[in-house]
Nanobody, 119 residues
Framework: QVQLVESGGGSVQPGGSLSLSCAASGRILSIAAMGWYRQDAENQRVLVARVHEGTIYYVDSVKGRFTISRDNGKNSVYLRMDNLKPEDTAVYYC??????????????WGQGTQVIVSS
């Protein structure tokens, strides 16, 4: 069983910061990519940031404020969120594209962590 466990999140005032962490565990041969999605009150899960080798993607609304980083040795990905805005309020989900030792590729989701930005 491959699992992603998220930590971080919480409630902050606008302009504040939070750091999210996500660690993959289990019988993993390789991880091609890791990223962060969020699901807001409209119930749409959208990609926020993703890292694959040297390629990093950010959705326009978080550029300059969020920083994604990956530690391949720890099978972990992190999201530093600065200058948070109320519109960043959402449940944040980690996703990894994993290959297990059977050769199967699968997308694995974390459990989600709530981020609330309000005054």
């Amino acid at each position: 069983q491959v699992q992603l466990v998220e930590s971080g999140g919480g409630s902050v005032q606008p302009g504040g910061s939070l750091s999210l962490s996500c660690a993959a565990s289990g019988r993993i041969l390789s991880i091609a990519a890791m990223g962060w999605y969020r699901q807001d009150a409209e119930n749409q899960r959208v990609l926020v940031a993703r890292v694959h080798e040297g390629t990093i993607y950010y959705v326009d609304s978080v550029k300059g404020r969020f920083t994604i980083s990956r530690d391949n040795g720890k099978n972990s990905v992190y999201l530093r969120m600065d200058n948070l805005k109320p519109e960043d309020t959402a449940v944040y989900y980690c996703k990894a594209e994993v290959r297990d030792y059977s050769g199967a590729d699968q997308s694995i989701w974390g459990q989600g962590t709530q981020v609330i930005v309000s005054s």
